[in-house]
């Protein structure tokens, strides 16, 4: 038992966040990051790519919600959905609720995220066994610029620009992405903080714009990313993520959520923070 462990995230040279650790449940370097597996105290299980806390079992429902639920209640019926990362499984697992799903193809480019959180973090990863989901251990990169399948949505649940997830904020990619997209599809990617990303926020919006007539961005806030407030951008070729959304549809689903409603999906689109409208101003339609 490490009764006085602590692991501390620091982001840039200013800020940290700490948490008390029970015990190290797996800790390894792959050929793109160090990945360890942490108990913590308050937050249960965590999962820290390159010592950057990636997902915690207290609040990771409210990405995973987040990212997923608010494309797949747009989109009048996704049936193939792509997700690019997400090796903690979550974002695959809430794209399965949705019955109109009928295959969710997942590419993490480092199967020992993946192999960590499916022994240690099961609350993630348990649906990864799921018959829908095709998992596929490459480069998310290389698969969108090959593959000829095309997906209603597309989910790029990334972590922070450095590293593998670097060329994940690039045109290129993003071109790639479209090409991927039906005629009707959404992509939603992770976006970065609002405050402490400015530049990388405002150049992923910039690329969404160029290549897609709609683009927005819409928020949520969750307790272990810096500043606590977080970002994901849309982008759609055609579907208006308040006009096209039907409330009527979530409650018909008879999902439960643990963050995700109605007024929460409306809300979290019309409710932008003055600073960040003028940050993003002629880039976004919100």
């Avoid at 593998?164 to 009707?184: H, M, R």
């Avoid at 549809?249 to 999906?265: A, C, I, P, Q």
Wanted: hydrophobic fraction near 35%.
């Amino acid at each position: 038992m490490n009764s006085h462990l602590w692991v501390e995230e620091r982001f840039r040279d200013f800020y940290g966040m700490k948490y008390k650790v029970e015990k190290t449940l797996f800790s390894g370097k792959s050929e793109f990051q160090t990945v360890d597996v942490v108990e913590t105290k308050g937050h249960g299980k965590m999962l820290l790519n390159d010592g950057l806390v990636m997902v915690t079992e207290r609040d990771e429902f409210v990405y995973h919600d987040m990212i997923t639920h608010v494309p797949l209640f747009v989109h009048p019926n996704p049936k193939k959905v792509l997700v690019i990362g997400g090796g903690d499984g979550g974002t695959a697992r809430e794209v399965i609720r949705h019955p109109s799903v009928e295959k969710c193809v997942m590419v993490e480019i480092d199967g020992m995220v993946v192999d960590a959180c499916v022994e240690h973090i099961p609350q993630t990863a348990d649906m990864l066994k799921d018959p829908r989901i095709e998992l596929l251990i490459q480069d998310g990169i290389e698969y969108v610029k090959n593959t000829k399948e095309k997906f209603d949505v597309i989910l790029v649940d990334s972590t922070d620009p450095i590293g593998p997830a670097q060329p994940l904020f690039n045109e290129d990619f993003y071109q790639d992405i479209y090409n991927c997209l039906t005629d009707n599809g959404i992509v939603v990617s992770q976006g970065e903080s609002p405050y402490f990303e400015v530049t990388m926020q405002t150049k992923l919006v910039s690329i969404k714009n160029k290549l897609f007539p709609n683009t927005f961005v819409y928020n949520f806030s969750n307790l272990t990313y810096p500043g606590g407030l977080w970002t994901f951008t849309f982008a759609s070729k055609g579907l208006h993520p308040l006009k096209d959304f039907n409330p009527q549809r979530v409650k018909d689903s008879g999902l439960e959520f643990g963050y995700y409603n109605t007024d929460m999906h409306e809300g979290a689109f019309k409710y932008i923070p003055t600073f960040q409208r003028k940050n993003l101003e002629g880039l976004i339609q919100n």
